[in-house]
């Protein structure tokens, strides 16, 4: 009898849990610093979503510890659900929000049918993430500005913050963590020696 490789345990709810919990909390810490960093953006308002990122991460990091379909999506959402009840500035708008910036990270791990959980796996799962958001923001929150110098340079920034805040930094959270043991009932555990 073989166990299906994709069905989660129940550590692997645990820790995405964990992980989407704390990111909850973060976020709220977050949004203060997203509200009071907004005059330093008035010469570019686009520009601050070079910040976005960090709303991002436990789509990426949640995608590259459980390795699981779903991992990014739940993790990503929980975070949303967890920020929504502490409150927030955007109330529960976030919730879907936090659910199309999940299905981003998911789709890019989904491309690699689960298998590759590299930098490069990471720092797409990132980029298709900060897409994601940036295209639930044209929307909810852009749909009366300009397109061209507005929307777009916010995407694209969204995209680079998404790439380097939750892609680069969800993969170095998971070398960190490595070394410790912490995930040695995960695969990026077990890979302790290739990371």
């Known amino acids: 009898m073989t166990t299906n490789p994709n069905r989660w345990r ?3 709810i645990v820790v995405a849990s964990v992980i989407a919990v704390a990111f909850g909390v973060i976020f709220w810490a977050w949004n203060t610093v ?35 379909p779903g991992a990014a999506l739940y993790t990503e959402l929980v975070a949303a659900i ?23 990270a998911e789709l890019a791990f989904a491309v690699l049918f689960y298998r590759t959980f ?35 340079p916010y995407a694209l920034l969204t995209v680079v913050s998404g790439t380097i805040l939750a892609g680069l930094g969800a993969w170095a959270l998971v070398r960190a963590l490595t070394p410790t043991g912490v995930l040695d009932r995960f695969g990026a555990g077990r890979e302790r020696a290739t990371i």
């Open 10 to 12: 129940t550590i692997d």
């Open 82 to 104: 967890v920020s929504a009840l502490l409150g927030n500035a955007w109330g529960a708008t976030v919730i879907p929000q936090g659910l199309v910036q999940g299905l981003g």
């Open 34 to 68: 997203w509200s009071v960093t907004e005059g330093a953006f008035a010469f570019f308002p686009p520009a601050q979503t070079l910040l976005y990122g960090v709303w991002l991460i436990p789509a990426v990091l949640g995608g590259l510890i459980v390795r699981k």
């Open 118 to 152: 590299n930098l490069p796996a990471a720092l797409l799962a990132g980029a298709l993430t900060g897409a994601s958001a940036a295209l639930f923001d044209f929307f909810a929150w852009n749909s009366e500005t300009a397109l061209w110098s507005y929307r777009v």
